[in-house]
């Protein structure tokens, strides 16, 4: 089968993407890719494998009339490929993500597509009368968490549910090792790999505070507290309360995982207040669980696999107690914590799941 993967963002900063690419790839599809941006890793590893894929730059517009030209521009140059690149029935648009999927809108109807939508978009009135267009033409929707399966269904009065895909990266390699001297700090490296590391890996942003759980940290003690990601000025808020605290940017995938190798508990936090936080599908829990480490994350819906599996506690975050309580309860149970985690990432098989979809297809 022929597919195009259509996603109108960077390919290694969407995991998920690239698990469904190279899922494709290794069930033998000839799948090739449009996206905003590849870096040299990626792309030297999509040659390995002879899939072809087509940059369109994103300019990155921020004011309404550039974004609405830009996205314009984004559609009609994917419109120019698919038009040279769709040959007949048998080829299918694999479209990636809801600002994808609302750049491209009724024009997905000349084609056979495929949907895989990663957000909620719950209060996104605009999006939500593109998807009410497009989603009970599409061959197959996939999105990433069963809570949201159904509520898809319920909104757009879907015959069939949609298959749920969980955000488990497409392979780690838990024996990989990277230099990661290029992106962190001697003094940094040295206190990660001599100290019981807990990680926090993803955007550090005010809506998802991290406080509760640094003060818990700080006030057992015996702790190194390591913050990986982007950041939007809460950092130096942080280190009010831990000045030990150590900050990392952004690491490129795959490397950032040289990170999470090196800790020993790792958290997650969502807030509560929106439906798609509160029915979260964070790849983090797959690549904390690859690597066996148990988790520690607010106790809401989507997070609920961490217990089910033993992987991991849900917490009060409010309550500090609560927090400290978790860390000792792991620390007196690390191996079956760490266990637990190992059987949450292997309990889901994506591969499997789009291998069925697409074989009720042809």
């Given at each position: 089968m022929r597919i195009i993967i259509v996603n109108k963002e960077i390919l290694q900063n969407r995991p998920p993407v690239l698990s469904t690419l190279l899922s494709l790839s290794d069930l033998g599809h000839d799948v090739s890719i449009v996206c905003v941006d590849i870096n040299e890793y990626w792309k030297k590893e999509l040659a390995k494998r002879d899939i072809e894929y087509y940059i369109i730059p994103d300019k990155k517009k921020r004011d309404k009339i550039s974004k609405i030209i830009e996205y314009l521009g984004f559609k009609r140059k994917v419109l120019s490929y698919l038009e040279e690149k769709v040959g007949d029935k048998h080829t299918f648009l694999w479209v990636i993500g809801g600002n994808t999927i609302y750049c491209l809108g009724d024009s997905l109807k000349r084609y056979n597509y495929i949907l895989q939508i990663q957000e909620l978009h719950e209060n996104d009135v605009s999006y939500q009368r593109v998807f009410a267009k497009v989603i009970n033409e599409a061959k197959a929707v996939f999105v990433n968490e069963y809570n949201r399966a159904i509520l898809y269904q319920c909104w757009y009065n879907m015959k069939k549910r949609p298959y749920v895909i969980p955000n488990k990266p497409y392979f780690i390699d838990t024996n990989s090792t990277f230099d990661l001297s290029l992106y962190v700090d001697a003094d940094s490296l040295k206190r990660i790999k001599n100290s019981k590391v807990i990680l926090f890996q993803g955007q550090i942003v005010s809506y998802r505070d991290l406080s509760p759980y640094i003060r818990a940290v700080k006030e057992l003690g015996g702790y190194q507290i390591v913050l990986l990601g982007n950041e939007y000025g809460m950092v130096d808020k942080y280190r009010l309360l831990d000045d030990s605290l150590i900050y990392i940017k952004r690491i490129p995938a795959p490397h950032y995982l040289g990170i999470t190798a090196l800790s020993h508990i790792c958290l997650i936090t969502y807030d509560p207040h929106t439906l798609n936080n509160a029915y979260c599908a964070p790849n983090k829990i797959f690549e904390y669980g690859a690597?066996?480490?148990?988790?520690?994350?607010?106790?809401?819906?989507?997070?609920?696999?961490?217990?089910?599996?033993?992987?991991?506690?849900?917490?009060?975050?409010?309550?500090?107690?609560?927090?400290?309580?978790?860390?000792?309860?792991?620390?007196?149970?690390y191996r079956a914590f760490s266990e637990g985690a190992n059987l949450l990432y292997d309990s889901v098989d994506n591969y499997s799941t789009i291998a069925s979809v697409l074989s009720s297809l042809k």
């Amino acid at each position: 089968m022929r597919i195009i993967i259509v996603n109108k963002e960077i390919l290694q900063n969407r995991p998920p993407v690239l698990s469904t690419l190279l899922s494709l790839s290794d069930l033998g599809h000839d799948v090739s890719i449009v996206c905003v941006d590849i870096n040299e890793y990626w792309k030297k590893e999509l040659a390995k494998r002879d899939i072809e894929y087509y940059i369109i730059p994103d300019k990155k517009k921020r004011d309404k009339i550039s974004k609405i030209i830009e996205y314009l521009g984004f559609k009609r140059k994917v419109l120019s490929y698919l038009e040279e690149k769709v040959g007949d029935k048998h080829t299918f648009l694999w479209v990636i993500g809801g600002n994808t999927i609302y750049c491209l809108g009724d024009s997905l109807k000349r084609y056979n597509y495929i949907l895989q939508i990663q957000e909620l978009h719950e209060n996104d009135v605009s999006y939500q009368r593109v998807f009410a267009k497009v989603i009970n033409e599409a061959k197959a929707v996939f999105v990433n968490e069963y809570n949201r399966a159904i509520l898809y269904q319920c909104w757009y009065n879907m015959k069939k549910r949609p298959y749920v895909i969980p955000n488990k990266p497409y392979f780690i390699d838990t024996n990989s090792t990277f230099d990661l001297s290029l992106y962190v700090d001697a003094d940094s490296l040295k206190r990660i790999k001599n100290s019981k590391v807990i990680l926090f890996q993803g955007q550090i942003v005010s809506y998802r505070d991290l406080s509760p759980y640094i003060r818990a940290v700080k006030e057992l003690g015996g702790y190194q507290i390591v913050l990986l990601g982007n950041e939007y000025g809460m950092v130096d808020k942080y280190r009010l309360l831990d000045d030990s605290l150590i900050y990392i940017k952004r690491i490129p995938a795959p490397h950032y995982l040289g990170i999470t190798a090196l800790s020993h508990i790792c958290l997650i936090t969502y807030d509560p207040h929106t439906l798609n936080n509160a029915y979260c599908a964070p790849n983090k829990i797959f690549e904390y669980g690859a690597f066996g480490k148990p988790m520690i994350g607010n106790d809401i819906p989507g997070l609920k696999v961490v217990e089910k599996h033993h992987a991991g506690l849900l917490v009060d975050e409010e309550n500090i107690i609560t927090i400290k309580d978790a860390l000792v309860a792991i620390e007196h149970e690390y191996r079956a914590f760490s266990e637990g985690a190992n059987l949450l990432y292997d309990s889901v098989d994506n591969y499997s799941t789009i291998a069925s979809v697409l074989s009720s297809l042809k």
